[in-house]
């Protein structure tokens, strides 16, 4: 499966970005969204099912963002609202068995970064 993570940018704090992952076969695979900073440990922020029913988020995006998917364009998308500089990050999208993971396959990252 080879992914593509697109959408990152500079935005100011409140404001709002949407992500996208491309991938080929990606009906298959329940699909991950995580971030990473430099020096910390890479953060899982949202999974979704393979078909959309079960979705997790991390404590700290519940209410502002939201991982959705469409599966007739091979396409996870994480919708990213009322962002703050603590949300800069490099955003990387995987693929796995189960929207908790554990996640195989991953693409490379895109760097959201919010100013304050």
């Known amino acids: 499966v080879q992914l593509q993570a697109y959408g990152g940018g500079l935005v100011q704090a409140g404001g709002s970005l949407r992500l996208s992952c491309a991938g080929s076969?990606?009906?298959?695979?329940?699909v991950g969204w995580f971030r990473q900073t430099p020096g910390q440990e890479r953060e899982f922020v949202a999974g979704?099912?393979?078909?959309?029913?079960?979705?997790y988020y991390v404590d700290s995006v519940k209410g502002r963002f939201t991982i959705s998917r469409d599966n007739a364009k091979n396409t996870v998308y994480l919708q990213m609202n009322s962002l703050k500089p603590e949300d800069t990050a490099v955003y990387y999208c995987?693929?796995?068995?189960?929207?908790?993971?554990?996640?195989?396959?991953w693409g490379q990252g895109t760097l959201v970064t919010v100013s304050s």
């Open positions: 979704i099912s393979q078909t959309g029913f079960s979705i």
């Open positions: 995987a693929a796995g068995s189960t929207y908790k993971g554990p996640f195989h396959y």
């Open positions: 076969t990606f009906k298959a695979y329940a």
